[in-house]
């Protein structure tokens, strides 16, 4: 299977070639904003539509996560990355004819939720749980932004044909490999001095990050269940790791696509 | 209560001010693309943040109905008009303090359940219901923008704090004048030669035409009720006439807003 990943050097990329780089099923393509040392890449912004046009030749697969990731960046940024960036990603796939498109959406589309809650919502395990059902309560231009490639992913799906299956994943928090171990955002925090260890603020990070934790091996095999499933035509997922302090259903995607984690935050406890 | 009309002069906009434009409870100010022979207006584009901000200043609310209305609009249409449109709207409404918006919003949202279903979802009164919980089946670039007018309002709402409050109305079809009477489209297509009367075919015109239509009176009420509520902070609501024909829910809009219509498209029987 070709596979396209957009914005292939960043941390789901990276996360995703680590993993299936070398595996015979796939022979990746890669598409940056930005070249890489080690890998050949189509240099190019999602925002030029004939820029990344040609990337997409020949590709059964397109993993879509090129895009800004800031919950905090402005409508000015927003715009050109995740809106046009994400219809000419799948305008390019239609026009190519790619048959399945998997988009990096994230939890922020429910960060509403969330918001409403805090900070006692980390305080223990949450009495709260959304699934792909749910009303989307979106927290930032950001989250807004994936919102609109959920639902352009389905008009191409049901109005256009093409592509056939597309799989949106509501991404938690999948960190660089230096960070990709326990507690890396609460313990950067104390490094920088703004957070103490033993505290009720120290102890609502580490549940806030066992709640949103997707490791980067999870991440990876989420992404490999959606290439190789047959039964969807648009379908909505979270992307987490276990936990017992999530609020994010992944019944669904047991369901659906088999997936299970196989890590698990609560795996871990805080350093003292 | 001041209140700004974006697309003041389309059908929704002429159907609000025929029936409210002098209602004591309201003072209207209008905003347009192109000027109007009987009416002062701010005419500017809703593509151009600058030039429509003036008219957010002094508002109360704000009825945005501007944006390109045509299911078959491309993309490089779509852009422009209904999302930096739909943003530039809230952004201006925000940075003026206004305290609610409502927007026009379409039934095309949810578009591909009935083309799942056509022909023989007219056949007679349809074994389908869709509701406000129901997931987003856009049929268009221009549903997609719509549903991301949605979401932005909401993410104002419980995000930025200002609008207060937004009304999503997923709206029917909202004629001009000489057409909101029955069987205006159907009739239409007969004059152009396109049907004829008395087959299968112009049988599930009038019977879609009854399940789609939104009397230019029961609109502008529907508006008001809107503009009158003090229990919604985001909501979404479907805006029709009476309809055995129809499978958009209007219990949410009676249950919520007090709103029931008073035209039936039931009451009206096709000419043989």
Redesign the interface.
Known sequence: MSVLLTGAFGHVGTAITDRLGDDDRYEFTYLDRESHPDFDAHVADVADYEAIRPAFDGQDAVVHLAGNPSPGAP?GEI?PSN??GT?NVL?AARDAGAERVVFASTNHVMG?YR?DREPELYDGEPDLEVDH?D???????Y??SK??GE??G??YV??EGTPERFYALRIGWVLDPEEDVPFGPPERRVAAGELERGTEEYRRAVNHWKAHWCSRRDVARLVDHTLQDESVAFDVFYARSASDHSWFDMDHARDVLGFEPVDDAEAHEPPT
């Open positions: 409508w715009l809106i046009v219809y305008e509403e918001i059902t009303p989307p309560r979106p927290d930032s231009y989250a807004v919102l609109f639902h352009l389905r008009y049901e109005g």
